[in-house]
T-cell receptor, first 110, second 113 residues
Framework: SQQGEEDPQALSIQEGENATMNCSYK?????LQWYRQNSGRGLVHLIL?????REKHSGRLRVTLDTSKKSSSLLITASRAADTASYFC??????????FGTGTSLTVIP | DVKVTQSSRYLVKRTGEKVFLECVQD?????MFWYRQDPGLGLRLIYF???????EKGDIPEGYSVSREKKERFSLILESASTNQTSMYLC????????????FGSGTQLSVL
């Protein structure tokens, strides 16, 4: 399968704590992206990391990519109740096909 | 701001009906996509289009067709709706070149009874 697989499936933390979710995959990739989905809505792009990059930051988000282990992690620091959402990784190798994982459901408790 | 608009938020149809899901983007993007999202299965690509009148099958095209007569509009057609097509349908678009991120619509929750 070309899908990514997120872990954990669900995560519940207190506001202010950090949240870490992981994505593992089996094929080679050109880039990996993370998206966020609020309940019942469309997905919103968060961050992209290319296969020749190891780490990227965007605000409170930090993404790492280990191509030797075929895995990526998304860290959200100092979480807020508004971060409650599902988070998906999306893999791409050709640029026109994006393979999404099944997502991690994050709940941030105020 | 960038916008991908799906015509219906919720839709209820009967088995055997022909169903049209419409998606319009205002970003002049060449690439448009239709996904369906089911619990535990994530997003699965149904069809995508990289230009007007061009289309490519995704992973699960059976039971679906698409139409792209104008650059801004990409329609998903369920020729004869079945109950196993009850799902959330998400449209997305993307520009060309190095801009790789997808812009999604809000989704259409389709129920086939």
């Amino acid at each position: 399968s070309q899908q990514g697989e997120e872990d954990p499936q669900a995560l519940s933390i207190q506001e202010g704590e950090n949240a870490t979710m992981n994505c593992s995959y089996k094929t080679s990739i050109n880039n990996l992206q993370w998206y966020r989905q609020n309940s019942g809505r469309g997905l919103v792009h968060l961050i992209l990391i290319r296969s020749n990059e190891r780490e990227k930051h965007s605000g409170r988000l930090r993404v790492t990519l280990d191509t030797s282990k075929k895995s990526s992690s998304l860290l959200i620091t100092a979480s807020r109740a508004a971060d409650t959402a599902s988070y998906f990784c999306a893999l791409s190798n050709t640029g026109n096909q994006f393979y999404f994982g099944t997502g991690t459901s994050l709940t941030v408790i105020p | 701001d960038v916008k991908v608009t799906q015509s219906s938020r919720y839709l209820v149809k009967r088995t055997g009906e022909k169903v049209f899901l419409e998606c319009v983007q205002d970003m002049d993007h060449e690439n448009m996509f239709w996904y369906r999202q089911d619990p535990g299965l994530g997003l699965r690509l149904i069809y995508f289009s990289y230009d007007v009148k061009m289309k490519e099958k995704g992973d699960i095209p059976e039971g679906y067709s698409v139409s792209r007569e104008k650059k801004e509009r990409f329609s998903l057609i369920l020729e004869s709706a079945s109950t196993n097509q009850t799902s959330m349908y998400l449209c997305a678009s993307r520009g060309t070149g190095s801009v790789l991120k997808l812009f999604f619509g809000s989704g259409t929750q389709l129920s086939v009874l």
